[in-house]
């Protein structure tokens, strides 16, 4: 699993919070996502299935894709389909991932990166291996959140971000025994690259084992901790967790994670997905590639679909690229 890497000792250090003051959150929930098969058949894991939508907010649905070693021939995507209302978060830990909208947005993204697409008023996109990935097989490992916009913002032009891992803000914990990458939103005042129409905190936390991690947290945001790899602890009470559980955590002003000083051998460390949002609290109707904040929305949304007012199928693919896009900064 390797994304980006660092040497924590040449990174800014996190101020570990005083829990007298900010209080640590107390965990809530601790649910084992359930394993199922997207697209054209790729495996993966419904992070958020069978929890209340009241404590997601403003997450919808996240899926870790793989983690996976395809043989030649394997490696499977998706085909063209839509979206309208909220945004789509692919960020890929191993392996190797081609993205292309009808909105003109698209591109290669692999270890570290992050493609971060606003669907907003509707568009047609598809999500794959590249050809030569398909060939030769290899380690895939993703993951794709789907973020709600608000009601005002669900009509918003489509919106692409094509984020390098590189680009990630590099933290360590006060320790040194944690690498933190902050890809959205902002960590003891340090800003993750990801622009987003609702404010979040998005980051992927590797703890060394045996080590142990206390974070500041918005107190105004949710806070949801998925393990992607390892196991260890969550919480002042220390509630177990291991890969492919999530943690929700009640309210407070600091998370605590601790990875076990006992890994499993292939996964080293304890790797964990953060995330923090303000909740929208507005109605939400999900009916597949669609989250609108009503029944007559989402009827709108598959005539505008069948009728092609969610756009075209482009006659041509976006070229690979390892930076941005023309046009894009």
Request: glycine share 14%; aromatic share 6%.
């Amino acid at each position: 699993m390797p994304a980006i890497t660092a040497d924590t000792l040449m990174l800014p250090r996190v101020a570990v919070p005083d829990l007298a003051v900010v209080g640590a959150r107390p965990v809530r929930s601790v649910a084992t996502a359930p394993s199922g098969f997207e697209g054209e058949g790729f495996p993966v894991r419904r992070a958020f299935a069978g929890v209340p939508q009241s404590v997601l907010d403003p997450f919808i649905h996240m899926d870790q894709m793989g983690e996976v070693e395809y043989a030649p021939g394997e490696p499977k995507g998706t085909s063209w389909h839509p979206h309208r209302g909220f945004e789509t978060v692919t960020y890929i830990i191993d392996g190797i991932f081609e993205h292309q909208d009808s909105s003109g947005g698209g591109g290669t993204i692999t270890d570290g990166d992050t493609q971060w697409m606003t669907a907003g008023s509707g568009l047609l996109h598809i999500e794959r291996p590249p050809e030569h990935l398909v060939v030769s097989g290899g380690l895939f490992h993703g993951i794709q959140l789907w973020v709600n916009l608000p009601r005002a913002h669900k009509f918003h032009l489509p919106r692409y971000q094509d984020i390098r891992g590189r680009e990630a803000a590099l933290l360590a914990s006060a320790d040194g025994g944690t690498l933190l990458r902050v890809i959205a939103g902002e960590l003891d005042g340090h800003a993750g690259p990801g622009v987003t129409f609702t404010p979040i905190t998005m980051v992927h936390a590797t703890v060394s084992p045996g080590a142990r991690l206390d974070l500041p947290w918005n107190p105004g945001f949710n806070a949801l901790a998925y393990v992607l790899a390892g196991q260890g602890s969550v919480g002042p009470e220390r509630r177990p967790v291991r890969k492919g559980q999530l943690a929700v955590f009640g309210a407070g002003g600091s998370l605590t994670l601790a990875a076990d000083t006992a890994q499993p051998q292939a996964e080293p460390n304890l790797e964990v997905l953060l995330l923090g949002g303000q909740p929208i609290r507005e109605p939400v109707v999900h009916y597949g590639p669609f989250v609108m904040n009503t029944r007559a929305e989402i009827i709108q949304a598959m005539e505008d679909y069948q009728a092609g007012r969610l756009g075209v199928v482009p006659a041509e693919r976006v070229p690979h690229t390892d930076g941005p896009l023309p046009g894009k900064e």
